[in-house]
């Protein structure tokens, strides 16, 4: 073997060396052969030396976009919705600059999480099961399912929200929750015509969330000058601190940590030849850097929206996902098209996206951690139902009064923050050891940063439960009862 392939071999990750075994054949895996993207054979010509990264390629880089939008797709479900329009009501245009850095510690994340899927051609609950004891990752998937069922209730809550505006008030919210459950297998049937077809619906439902929200920021008109301002000059006061926290705080969902390092699974990589495996890295880089500035335009446009409406009014501090738009038509009428059912479509169109992903999500968990060779459809109906009963819980209890919706909230935020280190952390770590990632260890540098993200995260999310806690459970003892104050969390996101 001459020199140069045998030290491109002892630089490939270990898990890829072996992954060729009968006993790695017999694994679930996050997609099976057939249902893979090919991207091999596009623009390829002169191209013999794969130990080198190959020209840029608009075309591979089309065929490799799609990933990056699904899992963008949790920055914008209904939680994180009700934290921009609450965070725009209370604190203005001030905190533009935090979310948009927000965003950013969002993606060094989830670069991270598509780095490791991509180098090790395994996804992070399928490494977990093999590096960690039984006990390690029995813990592991058991946090991560219930990241994952708090995340489903608000995505499929909000879903529900927004066809009872849709509908006039006449679907309750427990119809919706039904309809919404649902439907969810109507777009996954959708995966039997190919990934590519998937991932098309999810650009159409992510189209029709900027679409609607832009056509909000044009009926509003937010101030152009305070909305550049806000992005260029950070500024914090005592009074936005709680916000602040919680534009940070809902950046990291546990359960997108698991999904991205899945998704990029999605396409044909050679493991065997350094070069592939550098190419999918950098086009996945570049397509979830897109997504997630598409994400934060759409959130961009939602804070400012209801800054420009509600910022120093008495409704500023009641606003919530709710009521937020029978507020916007009290505030700016009909028009050619009311800005209530505006507000609706593109509600919808996040909660049903954010549900099916979160559906792919429990799929991949599961699949991974437990090692369950069962039919997709199998899996997305035990996944389904893990959330489903405890959402119908929620809707029939909780349809009473909005203040029951908000505690209800808070709860489901508490649980989703008490998880975040349990995917943080071994992400982290398994990124960085050389006998997993091989030549694609990050590095020292990269590594200090990622960890003081997490840190910070990891910070952020504790202050919010010893906020909870300290006004909730030690001042009212009893928050779930109907008729006492909620004190709302700008950290809604999942």
């Not at 999810?202 to 044009?218: N, Q, R």
Request: hydrophobic letters at 50%; aromatic letters at 10%.
């Amino acid at each position: 073997m001459p020199p140069g392939e045998e030290s491109e071999e002892s630089q490939r990750p270990l898990l890829n060396r072996v992954q060729d075994s009968e006993e790695d054949l017999a694994e679930e895996t996050a997609y099976d052969s057939s249902e893979k993207v090919v991207i091999v054979g596009i623009d390829d010509a002169g191209c013999g030396d794969w130990s080198t990264t190959p020209p840029f390629s608009w075309k591979k880089l089309w065929l490799f976009t799609g990933p990056g939008f699904l899992m963008s797709i949790a920055f914008l479900d209904p939680g994180n919705l009700e934290g921009d329009l609450q965070a725009g009501a209370i604190a203005g245009y001030s905190l533009l600059w935090l979310l948009m850095w927000a965003t950013a510690m969002g993606l060094l994340v989830q670069l991270l999480s598509a780095r490791l899927g991509v180098a090790t051609g395994k996804h992070l609950a399928e490494l977990c099961r093999d590096e960690y004891p039984k006990w390690a990752r029995m813990v592991l998937w058991v946090m991560a399912e219930l990241a994952l069922i708090g995340a489903d209730i608000q995505e499929v809550i909000g879903s529900a929200i927004a066809l009872k505006i849709l509908s006039n008030g006449v679907l309750p919210l427990w119809s919706g929750v039904i309809i919404t459950a649902f439907d969810c297998f109507i777009f996954l049937f959708l995966e039997n015509y190919g990934v590519r077809k998937l991932e098309a619906v999810f650009a159409v439902l992510i189209a029709t969330m900027a679409i609607s929200f832009a056509w909000m920021f044009g009926e509003t008109k937010p101030s152009g000058t305070e909305l550049l301002l806000g992005i260029l000059i950070p500024k914090l006061s005592s009074k936005t601190v709680q916000q602040a926290v919680g534009v940070v705080g809902c950046i990291i969902m546990p359960h997108n940590v698991f999904l991205h390092s899945a998704l990029v699974q999605s396409r044909e990589v050679d493991h065997k030849k350094k070069g592939r495996v550098q190419e999918a890295l950098n086009y996945y880089s570049i397509e979830s850097t897109v997504a997630l500035i598409v994400s934060f335009g759409i959130n961009l446009f939602v804070t400012t929206v209801f800054a420009k409406g509600f910022y120093g009014t008495e409704k500023a501090n009641n606003i919530g996902l709710v009521n937020a738009g029978q507020y916007l038509q009290e505030k700016y009428g009909g028009g050619f098209f009311p800005i209530l059912y505006i507000w609706g479509i593109g509600l919808l169109a996040a909660g049903q996206s954010s549900t099916i992903t979160g559906t792919y999500a429990g799929q991949f968990i599961m699949g991974g951690f437990l090692n369950l060779r069962l039919k997709k459809w199998i899996r997305a109906l035990i996944t389904r139902s893990c959330a489903i009963v405890p959402t119908m819980i929620v809707a029939l209890v909780f349809d009473t009064s909005e203040d029951t919706l908000d505690v209800m909230n808070e709860w489901l935020n508490v649980l989703q923050s008490i998880q975040i280190p349990f995917a943080l952390i071994p992400l982290l770590c398994l990124v960085s050891k050389e006998q997993i990632m091989g030549a694609f260890k990050i590095g020292p540098v990269l590594k200090v940063v990622a960890w003081l993200v997490a840190v910070l995260v990891i910070v952020i999310n504790g202050y919010l439960l010893v906020d909870f806690f300290s006004s909730e459970v030690n001042v009212n003892f009893s928050p779930w009862l109907p008729f006492l104050p909620s004190k709302r969390l700008s950290n809604t996101g999942n």
